[in-house]
């Protein structure tokens, strides 16, 4: 792993009105770990996600990028730069087919024009989009979804369209992938191969992964490290084993009889 991190969260703090969804977190990522982030519902960790990705502008703090100062970056300097991430509630276009909604998450590589677009066929614009077609194709095989690639996005289960939108993600092929709650409604079968694809994307792609997750199954069996968050604080950071052994963690977070829920809605 690199010396230097490849994210820096330094004392973030954001706040909405006088609700505070987040008060002097800090963490870091290292290049090709599986970093994730857990914690009841509400507990800031979608809002940490957003504040990574650039959706949201943190009150206070820092966020680096493989050293370089991104707090004040759009979404898509961010993406330009290598982050993706999926969203909790899907964000995919439900009337475009699969293969264009993957094929969205190539925008920011295309290099044609206004006045080279319209040369299609003279002009490197077709070899560009066959060359990215090509891209979406293997991801499309990487995940197992060719028998759905022409179907419509908005007719899909929910955990195919889950699927799609991790694809979408791998599209922009970021250093860094933030992932929001990837297994969310899924059923037994459905998260193990999710959770594959990601153990498959940061081995093998050598993907970054920084992941919100409630089945603490999941978490603990693929994370490197463990953050947990409770009312916009962090309260445990370190090894999967380190968490569980946490007291405070036990006690408040996962509950000596009740364990986390496998899925809910994110507040904050």
Not at 43 to 61: D, E, I
Request: charged fraction near 25%.
């Amino acid at each position: 792993m690199s010396a230097t991190p490849l994210l820096q969260v330094e004392n973030v703090s954001l706040a909405f009105g006088g609700v505070k969804a987040l008060t002097d977190v800090g963490f870091s990522v290292n290049k090709g770990e599986v970093f994730s982030i857990i914690g009841p519902n509400g507990a800031g960790k979608t809002s940490m996600l957003n504040c990574v990705s650039g959706r949201y502008s943190p009150n206070h703090g820092r966020i680096l990028f493989r050293g370089d100062d991104v707090t004040r970056l759009k979404p898509n300097a961010r993406a330009e730069l290598g982050i993706g991430r999926t969203f909790q509630n899907l964000a995919l276009f439900g009337h475009m087919s699969v293969l264009d909604n993957i094929m969205v998450g190539r925008h920011h590589m295309l290099k044609n024009n206004f006045f080279t677009g319209p040369l299609y066929w003279f002009s490197p614009a077709k070899r560009e989009e066959l060359e990215h077609r090509r891209a979406v194709e293997d991801i499309i095989d990487f995940l197992e979804i060719t028998h759905i690639r022409k179907a419509i996005a908005g007719t899909l289960s929910y955990g195919l369209r889950k699927r799609v939108e991790l694809a979408r993600a791998i599209a922009l092929k970021p250093d860094l992938i933030l992932l929001d709650e990837p297994m969310a409604g899924m059923n037994l079968e459905e998260k193990e191969d999710m959770a594959r694809y990601i153990m498959d994307l940061n081995a093998e792609f050598g993907m970054t992964v920084t992941m919100i997750e409630h089945d603490m199954g999941v978490v603990m069996d693929i994370s490197d490290r463990v953050m947990v968050l409770d009312f916009g604080k962090k309260v445990a950071e370190g090894t999967p084993d380190e968490v569980m052994a946490n007291e405070h963690v036990q006690k408040a977070y996962l509950g000596e009889d009740d364990p986390l829920p496998d899925d809910g809605e994110e507040v904050a």
